[in-house]
């Protein structure tokens, strides 16, 4: 009986101290607390001890390791976030003081021909047009993926085409200069849409894999909507800065640096809310892709717009200028073809130094923005990493989505500057290529906004896949087929 109380005791002591070690190591989810050791009543004479089994895994802990999928979010913010959200709002501020000194300045040397309501009323009414058609064709797109992006490919153009007409018909060295490139642009544009027609199968499919994978959600949906009520805000303010421009009667010599000044906050601000709406429905994307875990769409939003609004505001200054050089150099690459001309010389240099950049800064990486929390930059060389692990960068850079988004952003921009063009052609024929161009712009700004959903849907099924191959097939299936034929 004495040795039997002994050894009971013993192997108390045992397991207590291993419950210690296991908490100190951290394992204890991993590993659940042994059960009490059961022994039989003195009176049995039996010294049996059933020891439970260490592979039991209890249903708590399903969702402890699914949590535990997840890497935290970063704890502190950069350096370089913090500085760019200071610059941003700091720019708010300055473009504020500019339009209002520009208002001070065009009401004190006012035009005699000018008329405020004829100039305000055809733009606000672009944008206000903009907004509805951005959110008609995001409808579009979340229904039918594969339909939308087989006609932005022949709308596009078309509303383009029709454009450069109109601008054509005002009759101004303005009018005409920025006719011939609409006109050209549409050309590009068929052509273009003529040369990617083999990939176009694939495209259709991940499209329409990666929207509905997330879904219509009405909470994401009034984000969205609350998204372009911003931009469109925005728009009208930034407006009246360039209204006060064309009110004014003294042509100054600083008048092309504050239009430079208004569109570059104009280029970044319109950015940052699209990059906001990109985060966050990568987030929500990535999650339900990865894990079969559901974010909600305020957690996804309030991250976005907070803690990562640093890295969002980095992305949107550093991505958009990286992408814009990239597509400079490969358009070069295509028109210099095989040539040694002295024009074309520095074309590999341009695609060498575009293809080191894209590797720090890529929209890529505002998947890991979102979902786990990191530096723009750290984020973007991760996403890149994993790219060029699974031999993917071939496959991302044939993606269509950015070209889709491309294309619907021209037609609405497009569309936009038929409505106030037009509008303005009958009211006020002088300053009417003005309003055209302003209202393309806008309007094509406001529509990248509404397609950043469904651009961070695919932006998030290909991380996704990068992160765990097992999560997909139709992505190992295309990259055997670029392995047979690379075009």
């Excluded at 393309?440 to 191959?469: L, N, T």
Aim: charged share 15%; with cysteine.
């Amino acid at each position: 009986m004495v040795r039997l109380e002994k050894k009971r005791d013993s192997v108390r002591i045992h397991i207590r101290a291993l419950e210690r070690s296991e908490d100190d190591n951290g394992r204890t989810a991993n590993n659940p607390t042994p059960a009490p050791v059961d022994a039989s009543s003195s009176s049995s004479g039996s010294n049996h001890i059933n020891v439970p089994r260490t592979n039991q895994v209890a249903p708590t802990q399903v969702d402890e390791a699914a949590a535990a999928a997840e890497p935290p979010a970063a704890a502190a913010t950069t350096f370089t976030s913090k500085l760019f959200k200071l610059l941003f709002f700091s720019h708010l501020l300055v473009l504020a003081i500019l339009i209002a000194f520009l208002s001070i300045r065009g009401y004190f040397t006012k035009s005699p021909t000018f008329r405020l309501a004829r100039y305000f009323t055809p733009l606000l009414s672009s944008v206000a047009s903009a907004v509805v058609a951005s959110l008609l064709c995001l409808l579009w797109t979340l229904a039918a993926p594969a339909k939308s992006l087989k006609h932005s490919l022949w709308l596009s153009p078309l509303s383009t085409c029709s454009m450069g007409v109109l601008l054509l018909l005002h009759s101004t060295a303005a009018g005409l200069a920025f006719g011939a490139v609409a006109l050209a642009l549409a050309v590009a544009q068929s052509f273009y849409a003529c040369w990617i027609t083999a990939r176009l199968p694939y495209a259709y499919r991940v499209l329409s894999l990666s929207v509905s994978n997330v879904g219509f959600s009405a909470t994401v949906g009034a984000r969205v909507v609350l998204a372009l009520a911003v931009s469109a805000v925005y728009s009208s303010f930034w407006a009246l800065g360039v209204g006060s421009i064309a009110a004014s009667a003294d042509a100054g010599r600083l008048v092309p640096v504050y239009l430079l000044l208004l569109l570059l906050s104009l280029a970044w601000t319109m950015h940052v809310i699209r990059n906001v709406v990109h985060v966050a429905v990568s987030h929500i994307a990535h999650a339900r892709l990865l894990r079969g875990a559901d974010v909600s769409a305020r957690d996804a939003f309030g991250r976005a717009c907070g803690r990562a609004f640093g890295d969002v505001c980095v992305g949107s200054a550093a991505a958009s200028a990286v992408g814009l050089f990239r597509g400079t150099a490969r358009t070069m690459g295509l028109l210099a073809g095989g040539t040694d001309e002295f024009m074309f010389s520095c074309t590999g240099c341009c695609q060498g130094v575009a293809d080191r950049l894209v590797e720090h800064a890529n929209e890529w990486g505002f998947v890991h923005v979102g979902a786990y929390g990191k530096g723009f930059v750290r984020a973007s060389e991760d996403t890149w990493g994993m790219f060029r692990q699974r031999r993917m960068e071939g496959l991302i850079d044939q993606d269509l989505t950015g070209s889709f988004c491309f294309l619907s952003g021209t037609a609405v921009g497009a569309t936009s500057a038929l409505i106030g063009g037009s509008w303005m052609l009958v009211v006020d024929s002088a300053r009417a290529t003005g309003v055209t161009v302003y209202a393309f712009v806008v309007g094509y700004f406001i529509m990248r906004i509404a397609m950043a959903w469904p651009q961070a849907c695919v932006s998030a099924y290909h991380v996704a896949y990068a992160e765990d191959p097992r999560s997909d097939s139709t992505i190992p299936q295309r990259l055997r087929e670029l392995e047979r034929s690379p075009h």
